[in-house]
């Protein structure tokens, strides 16, 4: 129920209550009044009318009131007065007696109920108009008053559970968003062991790269080394078969000129003989260590293919991994910047749900204070509206000033709504942007978990 609505329920409880409003609202109960009843009530028209205001104000019926006329019989009640027995003459009489007292006093209650004055026994079989009129009225604006309370009542009521529903979804969120946060913080610490591990195997690799290339270098000049070596071996070759060419050139020149001198040619024949041993010596070694260097050459040519492919390996490796893993470092931090900053978000968020929280307990207190004020307010307006009613037959000038003063009352009264309405839109705005930058902080937060675990996919 709105504002406006509320409004205009109060006001209708105050204005004069028509003979056929009177009517429409007591058929909704099945009854039904005659007009003549408004001018000259019978006994049994004001017994039924206060017979249903009793059973709906304290919702007892005729029954419960006078039991006797229902079964028939009267409950003794024994007396210690001698002489004196209520059961035993005028039964009928004393039914009637037991069962109009009782109705006596609810009427009582009831007049003390509906703002009327008090009532004596034998107006209950005597009615008057005026008395009727007053009864009927009263009764009228009880169950006016009584419908816009409960009205009242359900509207507040469904604000307060929509509250209390929306606190739920908020407590909800927020433990969704503490557990993605545990989820990212164990993420977080896979992640940082798995790269201290990279980092220690980075580690590990660059020294095993610097020995391989100290290696590779001593390798290199070695291979250097033999090269030289292998070109003095070829040269020295090269010399030695010139020498032994020109050792066969001088043999055969020699023999052209064979001297006759056995000894001499003896002497000569051992001399070459020994010079050719020699050379023969020495040329299968030079031819030994030819086969030798060719060996350690071939040797050092694997060598130096299987650095190469080291050195690939490890450029490979290098690029492949070290430098991803740098890069995943980077992101680490950068992860870990974000993490304090979603750290504050989520205490932020909790900051915000608690006071909201806070904010929802306080309007239900001032919900339940302003109901209370505006119910008391609304039956002194009742009291006062009979009270008028009552005085309004002595003279035309205080109902003048009467009607002046309900005016103000209700000129005030609505003040009063409005502010009440512009507070309550006040705060339930609040209570909106709230929300909704809780909201907008979930859809940031849950943006950047994406993008998150986006980045550690591809990493």
Same mark, same amino acid.
């Given at each position: 129920?709105s504002?406006s ?12 209550v ?7 609202? =007591?058929?909704?109960f ?12 019978k ?5 039924g ?6 059973q ?16 028939g019989k ?6 210690e ?5 209520f059961?035993?003459?005028n039964v ?10 009782r109705?006596?006093?609810y009427s009582?209650?009831l007049?003390?109920?509906?703002g009327?004055g008090?009532i ?8 008057t108009?005026?008395?009727? @009129?007053?009864?009927i009225?009263?009764?009228?604006v009880?169950l006016?008053?009584?419908? %816009?309370l409960?009205?009242l009542? !359900?509207? &507040?009521?469904?604000k ?6 929306l606190d739920?979804?908020l407590?909800?969120?927020l433990?969704?968003l503490?557990?993605e946060n545990?989820?990212?913080k164990?993420s977080?610490l ?16 660059? @020294? ?6 100290e290696?590779?270098?001593n390798?290199r !000049?070695?291979?250097k080394?033999?090269?030289i070596?292998? /070109?003095k071996?070829?040269?020295?070759v090269?010399?030695?078969m010139? &020498? ?9 020149d020699?023999s052209?000129h064979? &001297?006759?001198n056995?000894e001499t %040619?003896?002497?000569v024949?051992?001399?070459l003989? %020994?010079e050719?041993?020699?050379q023969?010596?020495?040329l299968e070694a ?5 086969e030798?260097?060719?060996?350690l050459h071939g040797?050092l040519?694997e060598?130096l ?7 690939s390996?490890?450029e490979?490796h ?9 890069k995943s470092?980077?992101?680490?931090k950068?992860l870990?910047?974000q ?6 978000k989520?205490n932020q968020l ?6 909201? &929280? ?13 109901l ?5 307010e ?6 006062? %509206? ?6 309004s037959? @002595?003279? /035309? ?6 009607i002046?003063?309900?005016r103000?009352?209700?000129?005030q =009264?609505?003040t009063?709504?409005q502010d009440v309405?512009?507070?309550?839109q006040?705060l339930f705005?609040?209570?909106?942007q709230r929300?909704q930058?809780?909201y907008d902080?979930?859809d940031?937060?849950n943006e950047?978990?994406?993008l998150?675990?986006?980045s550690?996919?591809?990493?």
């Open positions: 129920m504002d609505s509320q409004l205009v329920l109060i006001h209708d409880l105050f204005k004069s028509r003979p056929d409003e009177i009517l429409e609202d =007591l058929q909704k099945g009854v039904s009044v005659s007009a003549s009843a408004f001018r000259n009530p006994p049994e028209e004001s017994l009318l206060y017979s249903l205001a009793i709906v104000v304290f919702g007892k019926t005729i029954h419960d009131i006078k039991p006797e006329e229902l079964s009267l409950y003794e009640t024994k007396t007065v001698q002489g004196v027995d059961s035993s003459e009928d009489f004393l039914k009637n007696a037991i069962g109009n007292l109705l006596w006093r009582q209650r007049h003390k109920v509906l009327l008090e004596e026994r034998y107006e209950l079989f005597n009615p108009a005026k008395s009727f @009129n007053e009864l009225s009263a009764f009228v009880y006016r008053f009584r419908q %816009a409960y009205s009542y !359900e509207s &507040s009521i469904q307060l559970d929509n509250l209390a529903e739920l979804r407590d909800e969120n433990k969704n503490v557990n545990d989820k990212f164990n977080l896979e992640k940082v062991v798995e790269q201290e591990s990279l980092l220690k195997l980075k580690n590990e690799l660059e @020294n095993r790269m610097i020995v391989a290339n290696e590779f270098n390798a !000049e070695t291979k080394k033999l090269e070596e292998k /070109e071996i070829n040269s020295l090269n010399d030695t010139l &020498s032994k060419s020109k050792a066969r050139f001088t043999f055969d020699l052209q064979f &001297s006759t056995i %040619a003896n002497r024949y051992s001399e003989n %020994a050719y041993i020699s023969s010596q020495r030079l031819v030994s260590d030819v030798r260097l060719n060996t040797s040519v060598t293919e299987t650095f190469e492919l080291l050195k390996n490890l490979e290098y690029n492949e991994v070290i430098i991803p893993h740098i470092l980077e992101l680490s950068r870990s910047s993490t304090e900053s979603l750290k504050l989520i909790t900051r915000t749900r608690d006071s909201i &929280s806070k904010n929802i307990e306080l309007q239900k207190t001032l919900q339940s204070e302003k209370k004020k505006l119910s008391d609304l039956q002194a307006k009742v009291d006062e %509206a009979h009270r008028f009613a009552q005085e037959s @002595n003279s /035309e000038s205080g109902l003048k000033v009467k002046y003063d309900m103000n009352l209700a000129s =009264l609505n009063k709504a309405r512009k507070n309550s006040e705005s609040n209570l909106s929300i930058t809780l902080s979930i940031s937060y950047t978990i994406k998150l675990n986006k550690l996919t591809n990493s």
